[in-house]
C-alpha cells in the first residue's frame, strides 16, 4: 500500500502560480512512477503529469505543456507540480497518484495507477 497526500491547492488569480506537493509513505517511493490528474465539475478526470520512478522521463498533457512542470525528490518521497500561468479553465481538482507498471505510453491513462490521494482544490479567477 501507498499512502499519498497532496497539498498546495488554493485560490489564485488567473496568471498567478501555485505549487503542488504530493507526500507518500508506505512503500519505496522510488519503485512507482507518479502522476498527477485532475477532475473539474461535470468532466472526466485527465491526465496531467507523469514522472519516471528516476524522474528523467516525464509526459504532459497537450494542454499543460510549458506551463506546469512535474519533478519529484525520492529522498523525501515527494512528487510536486509546479504550475504557472494559470488559467480559468485549469480550475480543478488535482489528484496525486502511483502506480508500479512499466513507463510506457498508457502511463497517461489513469487506469494505470493503483493509489491514489484524496485530492486537492485549485481554482482560478478572473
Known amino acids: 500500500q501507498v499512502q499519498l497526500v497532496e497539498s498546495g491547492g488554493g485560490l489564485v488569480q488567473a496568471g498567478g502560480s501555485l505549487r503542488l506537493s504530493c507526500a507518500a509513505s508506505g512503500r519505496t517511493f522510488s519503485n512507482y512512477v507518479m502522476g498527477w490528474f485532475r477532475q473539474a465539475p461535470g468532466k472526466e478526470r485527465e491526465f496531467v503529469a507523469a514522472i519516471s520512478r528516476g524522474g528523467r522521463s516525464k509526459y504532459y498533457a497537450d494542454s499543460v505543456k510549458g506551463q506546469f512542470t512535474i519533478s519529484r525528490d525520492n529522498a523525501k518521497n515527494t512528487v510536486t507540480l509546479q504550475m504557472n500561468s494559470l488559467k480559468l479553465e485549469d480550475t480543478a481538482v488535482y489528484y496525486c497518484?502511483?502506480?508500479?507498471?512499466?513507463?510506457?505510453?498508457?502511463?497517461?491513462?489513469?487506469?494505470?495507477?493503483?493509489?491514489w490521494g484524496q485530492g486537492t482544490q485549485v481554482t482560478v479567477s478572473s
Open positions: 497518484a502511483a502506480t508500479d507498471s512499466s513507463w510506457t505510453v498508457a502511463t497517461t491513462s489513469r487506469r494505470q495507477y493503483d493509489y
